[in-house]
């Protein structure tokens, strides 16, 4: 067994040439579905991927939106390889429509690529979001993306394609959206079952894990301590004070801040997860010291990333 350890060292780095020295995939008569696409890292793809000479369908949430019009525009000197369609990942009805349209305006190769990019995030404490609140994420994170997968996955299997899931390194840890890491620790695991489903049919499942890029979306705006404290039921305002939302809300704004503009960077492993010849399970597309905290989180006792995490907050008192 120990002979065999430098064998599996070596690995790694055999697989990796092997990646770079491999042919990428032809796009040419390829078609890919995109949810979300109205702005951020949607957007960014569906662009780059016709500008590649994908045949692209981009779902939008509002097609009469800037984000939508602007697709509209870069349709209209692609020679009809670029559509945008209304896409709302919790209606059933919108997603078989789309099914409708991609099946009618099938390129060559087929349906090569679904990207499940649609999510929302927002800002909270456990007690202070509504029942509502937490049905409405996991419906838009959660089950959209399965709503869309199991729609497409006959067509999937068909083509031997892609899937690939928008995640977040904030699946493995939460300050201060628990809501959302929720659904993208959720969805982690989903995928993970898939994509040893999917093997025996050649189509390949891939993860992407952003660091922090609230800066290149808007899936997060800024948040305000004083919608905060107007939506907290008068229990949590019992226990809590305006005081502290506000260093609450506070903190998690100047994170918002330090978030990369560079969206790129992101599109950048969505591509190559549609495009390789071997693409990878999972793609962490993060700072170092965001990288860090997964690593802790993974390898460590919880006690070890609780008390990270603890740290990090200790400057909020709850007066």
């Known amino acids: 067994?120990?002979?065999?350890?430098?064998?599996?060292?070596?690995?790694?780095?055999?697989?990796?040439?092997?990646?770079?020295?491999?042919?990428?995939?032809?796009?040419?008569?390829?078609?890919?579905?995109?949810?979300?696409?109205?702005?951020?890292?949607?957007?960014?793809?569906?662009?780059?991927?016709?500008?590649?000479?994908?045949?692209?369908?981009?779902?939008?949430?509002?097609?009469?939106?800037?984000g939508a019009r602007r697709l509209q525009r870069e349709a209209a000197a692609g020679?009809?390889?670029?559509?945008?369609?209304?896409?709302d990942v919790?209606?059933?009805?919108?997603?078989?429509?789309?099914?409708?349209?991609?099946?009618?305006?099938?390129?060559?190769?087929g349906f090569w690529g679904l990207v499940n990019n649609a999510g929302i995030s927002t800002f909270g404490e456990t007690g202070?979001?509504?029942?509502?609140?937490?049905?409405?994420?996991?419906?838009?994170?959660l089950l959209g993306s399965i709503r869309t997968t199991l729609a497409f996955l006959?067509?999937?299997?068909?083509?031997?394609?892609?899937?690939?899931?928008?995640?977040?390194?904030?699946?493995?840890?939460s300050l201060g959206n628990g809501i959302y890491s929720m659904t993208k620790a959720a969805i982690e695991k989903f995928c993970d079952a898939l994509r040893l489903e999917m093997k025996k049919f050649g189509v390949r499942v891939c993860?992407?894990?952003?660091?922090?890029?609230?800066?290149?979306?808007?899936?997060?705006?800024?948040v305000s301590a004083e919608e905060i404290w107007n939506e907290l039921s008068e229990e949590e305002k019992a226990v809590y004070n305006k005081e502290y939302v506000q260093e609450r809300a506070n903190f998690f704004?100047?994170?918002?801040?330090?978030?990369?503009?560079?969206?790129?960077?992101v599109v950048d492993a969505m591509v190559d997860a549609l495009t390789s010849p071997a693409p990878k399970a999972r793609y962490m597309v993060a700072k170092l010291k965001e990288k860090a905290l997964v690593f802790v989180c993974a390898l460590f006792p919880t006690v070890v990333m609780d008390s990270v995490l603890s740290y990090a907050l200790s400057k909020v008192k709850l007066a």
């Open 253 to 265: 704004n100047s994170i918002l801040s330090e978030g990369s503009t560079n969206g790129n960077e």
């Open 207 to 222: 993860i992407i894990q952003p660091g922090n890029y609230a800066r290149s979306t808007k899936i997060q705006p800024p």
């Open 154 to 173: 006959p067509l999937l299997r068909k083509y031997k394609g892609r899937i690939v899931f928008m995640s977040s390194i904030i699946a493995y840890f």
């Open 128 to 141: 202070w979001l509504s029942m509502e609140k937490y049905e409405k994420f996991a419906d838009v994170n």
């Open 1 to 66: 067994m120990w002979a065999a350890a430098p064998l599996l060292l070596l690995l790694p780095v055999l697989w990796r040439l092997w990646r770079r020295g491999a042919a990428p995939l032809e796009p040419a008569g390829r078609a890919v579905l995109i949810t979300g696409c109205d702005s951020g890292f949607g957007h960014l793809l569906a662009l780059r991927l016709h500008r590649l000479g994908f045949t692209v369908f981009a779902g939008c949430l509002c097609p009469g939106g800037e």
């Open 79 to 87: 020679a009809g390889r670029l559509r945008v369609l209304r896409l």
């Open 90 to 109: 919790t209606r059933a009805r919108d997603v078989l429509a789309a099914k409708e349209l991609v099946l009618s305006h099938l390129p060559e190769r």
